[in-house]
């Protein structure tokens, strides 16, 4: 979830925010809602997520709410749903020019890839085995959660928002990020190693040519968010320079007889 909907005041009941999802109900096969409170919104009521719940009809509503409110979780198993706790995301930032990049490698160079079929290719090899917050609900097919990743990098290629990373004039990406700018900032929205690549030190260098892009284009920030179970990747962050801003909730709140007789 982009950053300015998490971030930036909400708008309608209580700062709460519920949008259809035409993607994910096509992916899934059911009507799924998005219900958002962002951290900046005013007067953040859980009167408002009550009301926007008990109001939808959707077969699932993917809440995300700041992670601060404790107490949320367990007043939303009464609102007639299953409440299915999905995953606690995490973003971090860094100010543009204040990275800690690597030295500079012979051979290793960023250039933009703009050919969303091959994106969507090294995208899934990439999340393969990620648990992201699909995992956590069993009507959600994990195969259709990674197409839905490789559906989101190739319109991100196509937009001019992705960045690979080579060694030498020729071969294969090493790794790739997919990226979404705004007159800010750069958030980086996918971001990985190839398998068979890791250990060499190579995701440091993309986010050194992600931070050398922001600041060409006068960015001011770069952003990204991962699931709180994905330490690793959040220590290369640390090391690089990014520092953690905010933690989210997400909660899938199900229409319960759709879970009968499922297993996790």
Known sequence: ?????LMEDGSGRGGVRLEESPYESARFGHAVERLTVPAGAPGISQAGVREA???????VIVLRYPAERVSWFAELAVLGRTAVFADSLVY???RAGEGRPPEPRDGLRCHDLADGAAVGELVAAVFAEYGNHYAANPLFDPGQALAGYREWAARSAAAGGCLALYEGEAGDA?????LEDDPVRTEILLAGVMPGRQGRGLYAHL?????????ARGAKE????????????????ARYGFEPVRTFVTVHLVRTPLLQGRTG
């Not at 719940?53 to 077969?59: E, F, I, N, Q």
């Not at 090493?174 to 997919?178: D, E, S």
């Not at 770069?222 to 962050?237: C, D, E, K, L, P």
């Open 174 to 178: 090493l790794a790739l990020a997919t």
């Open 92 to 94: 971090w930032r860094l």
């Open 222 to 237: 770069v952003v990204i968010s991962t699931q709180g179970h994905n330490n690793g990747v959040q220590r290369a962050w």
């Open 1 to 5: 979830m982009a950053w300015r909907d």
């Open 207 to 215: 986010l050194g040519g992600i931070e050398e892009r922001a600041l």
């Open 53 to 59: 719940v008990l109001g939808s009809r959707a077969d």
